[in-house]
């Protein structure tokens, strides 16, 4: 009835097999807006850069989701990212980086638009330099620091795990 791969549970395999999908539809949806935006001239505006920037970061985003389900979808045939362990690392840090940048995305937008609201009503320029900072930008300090630190906190518990197991063995 369901598609089983060998050592692969039913379970997970059901959800990234729905996550592939998913991600796909996204992807190609996300592709025809990104089209719109660049083909239409007429819609050219400070907000619509804003949404632009959203869209590269959602198919970014997509395309991660889609690399780390098809290993799992495809089983053992197809070449896997899982092998390697900088390639894996790569591929989650880049699909963490993307998800973070669409939210600040989402954020800026907010911001733009309560900008255009309450201030900045007849000004036609918007600071793209503070966007394009929050938007990309915040988020790999957050993604290079949080992984130290943890990495940083295990290595001190664990160093004080071994001076207690050696002072009372």
Known sequence: MGIQCSGVPKAPLTVSLI???????????????????????????????VHRN???ALIIHSLMLVI????????PDIPSYRNLSWLCKTVVSIKM????????????????????????????DAPFKLYYLIGWGTVCPIIIRIPVLISKLLQKNHVVKVSLIKKYS
């Open 54 to 56: 959203l869209v590269v």
């Open 68 to 75: 780390i389900s098809l290993p799992i979808v495809g089983g």
């Open 97 to 124: 980086y993307a998800a973070l940048c669409s939210i600040n995305w989402m954020f800026v937008e907010g911001m733009l638009l309560h900008s255009r609201i309450t201030t900045n009503i007849f000004q036609k």
């Open 19 to 49: 996550l592939l999908v998913c991600s796909l539809i996204s992807l190609f949806f996300l592709a025809v807006t990104i089209f719109i935006f660049f083909y239409f001239k007429s819609l050219q505006c400070s907000r619509l850069r």
